[in-house]
Nanobody, 118 residues
Framework: QVQLVESGGGLVQAGGSLRLSCKRS???????MGWYRQAPGKEREAVAT???????NYADSVKGRFTISIDNTKNTVYLQMNSLKPEDTAVYYC?????????????WGQGTQVTVSS
């Protein structure tokens, strides 16, 4: 079983920065980890992902502002968010994708609120 615990959300003014952390526990190899967000009345969307090989992918809306990174020694993935905008306000969820023997599993954290005031 994989467990994900997020931290680092909060309230920040537009133009400010926050860093989200997601610590993973469990003993399975993970194919990729990522951050997703869901704003009120909207569907959950991918923000940034990173594979076990270190390849990253970002939503167009956050490119150049957000950076995803991983510290395998700490089993932790980070999302550095700079130049925050009010439209970045959402609950941010950490995700881990596990693949084994042709099957895949998605694991989710409990979510952390990010609120950006104008």
């Amino acid at each position: 079983q994989v467990q994900l615990v997020e931290s680092g959300g909060g309230l920040v003014q537009a133009g400010g920065s926050l860093r989200l952390s997601c610590k993973r526990s469990g003993f399975f190899s993970i194919a990729a980890m990522g951050w997703y967000r869901q704003a009120p009345g909207k569907e959950r969307e991918a923000v940034a992902t990173i594979t076990s090989g270190g390849s990253t992918n970002y939503a167009d809306s956050v490119k150049g502002r957000f950076t995803i990174s991983i510290d395998n020694t700490k089993n932790t993935v980070y999302l550095q968010m700079n130049s925050l905008k009010p439209e970045d306000t959402a609950v941010y969820y950490c995700n881990a994708l596990r693949r084994q023997s042709g099957s895949s599993w998605n694991y989710w954290g409990q979510g952390t609120q990010v609120t950006v005031s104008s």
